[in-house]
């Protein structure tokens, strides 16, 4: 499986982005996609998550300033980003998790850089 993610960029504080995510390769299997982030020194985190059910999960900090969307039949994955602040400046990974796999199997985009400046 290969992810492909685009639409990070540098916004000022406030802003809005978009993120999209495409999976390609043999993606039968693939349960639930999201958006991890990763700020300079710091671990990787999850920012949003949704299965094939649609079930969604986010993160505490997202505190309803983002949202994640599914296309299956596209096999994407989007992430709507508003009232960006500093502190979302990180390197946003795209993952889809295989779970008819055993164990699991997670999969990872490149990465995409935003960054928000005050």
């Known amino acids: 499986v290969q992810l492909q993610a685009s639409g990070g960029g540098s916004v000022q504080a406030g802003g809005s982005l978009s993120l999209s995510c495409v999976a390609s390769?043999?993606?039968?299997?693939?349960?639930?996609m999201g958006w991890y982030r990763q700020a300079p020194g710091r671990q990787r985190e999850l920012v949003a998550t949704?299965?094939?059910?649609?079930?969604?999960d986010y993160a505490d900090f997202v505190a309803d300033r983002m949202r994640i969307s599914r296309d299956r039949v596209a096999n994407s994955v989007y992430l709507r980003m508003d009232n960006l602040k500093p502190e979302d400046t990180a390197v946003y990974f795209c993952?889809?998790?295989?779970?008819?796999?055993?164990?699991?199997?997670?999969?990872w985009g490149s990465g995409t850089l935003v960054t928000v400046s005050s």
């Open positions: 993952n889809a998790r295989n779970v008819l796999s055993a164990p699991p199997t997670d999969y």
């Open positions: 949704t299965t094939n059910e649609g079930v969604t």
């Open positions: 390769g043999k993606t039968f299997g693939i349960n639930v």
